[in-house]
């Protein structure tokens, strides 16, 4: 377990505070899914929501507000992670609870 601990710090150390086309403020928003303006919270709140509806047209309104290609990824891949960590955290306590209740 204390291996995996240790990847997922790391991961989220990386894609947070190391470098990227987009800002560290931007990818923090994005992995927090909170303090992002129109368009781009609504493609992030797709993504953490409802992945599978991502369209073309989401990808594209993004660049239009003035975001290249490599920053709508680094912070798409920044909200995935965000989101499948607060889930992987809220899995961990839940098991947690049952495990000491049974």
Do not use: W
Request: charged share 25%.
């Amino acid at each position: 377990m204390a291996n995996i601990k240790q990847a997922r710090k790391a991961l989220v150390t990386r894609i947070l505070e190391g470098d990227g086309k987009a800002s560290r403020a931007q990818r923090r928003a994005a992995f927090d899914n909170a303090g992002l303006a129109k368009p781009l919270n609504l493609l992030i709140d797709k993504v953490t929501k409802h992945a599978y509806q991502v369209t073309d047209e989401d990808i594209a309104a993004a660049r239009a507000s003035g975001l290249t290609e490599d920053q709508i990824f680094e912070m798409v891949v920044c909200a995935a992670i965000g989101q499948s960590s607060r889930q992987y955290d809220k899995a961990l306590a839940a098991l947690e609870t049952a495990t000491q209740e049974g």
